[in-house]
């Protein structure tokens, strides 16, 4: 397990643009480049900070699960001269969406930590205010069993015919890695 905290504004990934070259070999072609020009350097930062918890450990192989905690500042609209508003949400609910925070997260371990973002399997996400911006990740063997969150949502959705025989009994399920949701 590798764990490690980047400190910085978290930056999605995703967002994309087109281009058209204007010059050399390929002048006329269209490209996609990001949209964004702080991923980059946000990017650096989690891949620096990744090599830095990784030390001298292998690169993890086989299926990962991946949990990140992205930390965003407050704005200063749910501060009133008594402090924070009530009608201050508890949670980020506006931009950026957490999945492309995560995305950007993927690409910055990859070829660090794993050496290729398909090895991640399962993977966790959420946004939370805090004092310092930034993001919390670790890095893990995901479990070979199935979680209980994950049967639950198969059995639920009436599903269990479609795995692979890999369903196992409630006495026999995989408690959650994570304490996030505990």
């Given at each position: 397990?590798?764990?490690?905290?980047?400190?910085g504004t978290p930056r999605p990934q995703g967002s994309k643009k087109a281009m058209r070259l204007t010059q050399?070999?390929?002048?006329?072609?269209?490209?996609?480049?990001?949209?964004?020009?702080?991923?980059?350097?946000?990017?650096?930062?989690?891949?620096?900070?990744?090599?830095?918890?990784?030390?001298?450990?292998?690169?993890?192989?086989?299926?990962?699960?991946?949990?990140?905690?992205?930390?965003?500042?407050?704005?200063?609209?749910?501060?009133?001269?008594?402090?924070?508003?009530?009608?201050?949400?508890?949670?980020?609910?506006?931009?950026?969406?957490?999945?492309?925070?995560?995305?950007?997260?993927?690409?910055?371990?990859?070829?660090?930590?794993?050496?290729?973002?398909?090895?991640?399997?399962?993977?966790?996400?959420?946004?939370?205010?805090?004092?310092?911006?930034?993001?919390?990740?670790?890095?893990?063997?995901?479990?070979?069993?199935?979680?209980?969150?994950?049967?639950?949502?198969?059995?639920?959705?009436?599903?269990?015919?479609?795995?692979?025989?890999?369903?196992?009994?409630?006495?026999?399920?995989?408690?959650?890695?994570?304490?996030?949701?505990?």
């Open positions: 397990m590798i764990e490690f905290f980047c400190s050399g070999s390929r002048a006329g072609t269209m490209i996609m480049v990001e949209s964004s020009k702080q991923l980059e350097p946000w990017r650096n930062d989690v891949a620096m900070a990744a090599r830095k918890a990784r030390g001298s450990q292998p690169m993890l192989e086989g299926a990962v699960a991946i949990v990140a905690v992205f930390v965003l500042v407050r704005p200063r609209g749910h501060y009133g001269t008594r402090g924070r508003l009530p009608s201050a949400p508890l949670r980020p609910v506006v931009a950026p969406d957490f999945d492309k925070l995560l995305r950007a997260i993927d690409d910055a371990i990859t070829g660090i930590l794993i050496k290729d973002d398909a090895q991640i399997c399962t993977s966790q996400a959420s946004k939370v205010y805090g004092a310092m911006p930034g993001v919390i990740v670790r890095v893990q063997s995901a479990p070979a069993a199935l979680t209980a969150d994950e049967l639950d949502v198969i059995r639920h959705a009436g599903f269990d015919q479609a795995l692979d025989g890999d369903v196992r009994s409630s006495e026999e399920r995989t408690p959650c890695q994570t304490p996030l949701f505990r």
